[in-house]
């Protein structure tokens, strides 16, 4: 994984070059290790499962909530795409964003509109999928504990899947630099 960028926090801000030569890099390095990375493309399908099963309760949770609320976590949150995002994206061939979400203080994210996120939840940041505010969290609890209870303990069963799944690909590609060394060697 030697020529894609990471960072801590907060990856590839606000500039397009790294972001656009980090996914090139990482396209083509999933696209070469192809053959070996059938156990994470499993855990990729299994979290895009998960994600999907999440997704009409999220538009009841919007609806009710997100119109009137005051203090837009769009716009005030910092928040961004994380590698285990970009390989999720990459391992089941979604299409990538267009670039990191702006990460600047009291900054609107660049994906929102006036009609709320722009892009699809399916490739919305995880950051920003398991984030449940305090007004969610409440009109959860009125409802009552059966939607809340499976929310969490899918999100806690992605959070999960998607260590698994960096750790997954990393394992294959520290067994194939081991095995090349080992032949030129
Ligand atoms: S998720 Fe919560 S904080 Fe964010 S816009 Fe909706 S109501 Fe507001
Ligand atoms: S990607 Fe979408 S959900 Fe996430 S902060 Fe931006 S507008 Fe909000």
Known sequence: MADVIFFPIPPWS????????????????????????????????????????????????????????????????????????LLFFHLLELPIPPAQLNCGDRQACRYLSHHGCRIPRIIRPWACTRYICGTQTRHLARLNTAPGSRLHQTIETIGRLRIDLENSVHQVCVTNRRENAARQS
């Open 14 to 85: 606000d500039r397009e070059s790294p972001w656009k030569n980090s996914n090139r890099a990482l396209g083509r390095l999933i696209a070469h290790h192809r053959n070996d990375l059938k156990a994470a493309r499993s855990l990729a399908e299994a979290i895009r499962s998960q994600l999907m099963s999440l997704f009409g309760l999220m538009d009841d949770l919007c609806r009710n909530c997100c119109p009137w609320c005051p203090d837009p976590c769009c716009i005030l949150n910092k928040v961004w795409f994380d590698f285990r995002d």
